[in-house]
């Protein structure tokens, strides 16, 4: 069965330092997407950043970045220079499959609580 | 803009009652979705749709109902026979493709008074 584990209930991060949160996966799937979303306290997820299972670069947005180790099965979330405004909850999630036509399911984590202190 | 409406926010239900919650899409998105979050938990898939009039099961769909009339709407229902609706719900909807994820509404805090 398909499964995302984070395994830090919290974190603490200082102001404008750099911060990593844990993501193992596991699917027999080859063919899979990596999402990590971000749910601030007022509960809408926003969208942070992809990683496809054959992409060979780790995904990079902005100040987010993804370690991709396919081998391990680790897709972990790198925040650069955090931000007050990043305190909040985040998930790691997988989708099974390319994605070409059908349906496609998001499998979630527990999630990590950030907390970025000044 | 396009995006996801979710309605009412907060919602507070009674012993006994059915209660429906609103999602309206306006991204032309063909898949729809409705996820539960728990406090201090990840999310937990309901029910899904990919086009008008179809629907499926997802992971913890006792107690829920769903339909989809319009390619815009996807209203989920609570029913009685939910016996923990206590949750926090998330509607998503995703082009049939998904290669880019979800997009998210911004919840309906359901509560049994």
Known sequence: ?118 | DGGITQSPKYLFRKEGQNVTLSCEQNLNHDAMYWYRQDPGQGLRLIYYSQIVNDFQKGDIAEGYSVSREKKESFPLTVTSAQKNPTAFYLCASSMETGIYGYTFGSGTRLTVV
């Open chain 1, 1 to 118: 069965a398909q499964k995302i584990t984070q395994t830090q209930p919290g974190m603490f991060v200082q102001e404008k330092e750099a911060v990593t949160l844990d993501c193992t996966y596991d699917t027999s799937d080859q063919s899979y997407g990596l999402f990590w979303y971000k749910q601030p306290s007022s509960g809408e997820m926003i969208f942070l950043i992809y990683q496809g299972s054959y992409d060979e670069q780790n995904a990079t947005e902005g100040r987010y970045s993804l370690n991709f180790q396919k081998a391990r099965k680790s897709a972990n979330l790198v925040i650069s220079a955090s931000q007050l405004g990043d305190s909040a909850m985040y998930f790691c999630a997988m989708r099974e499959g390319r994605g070409s036509g059908g349906y496609n399911k998001l499998i979630f984590g527990a999630g990590t609580r950030l907390a970025v202190h000044p």
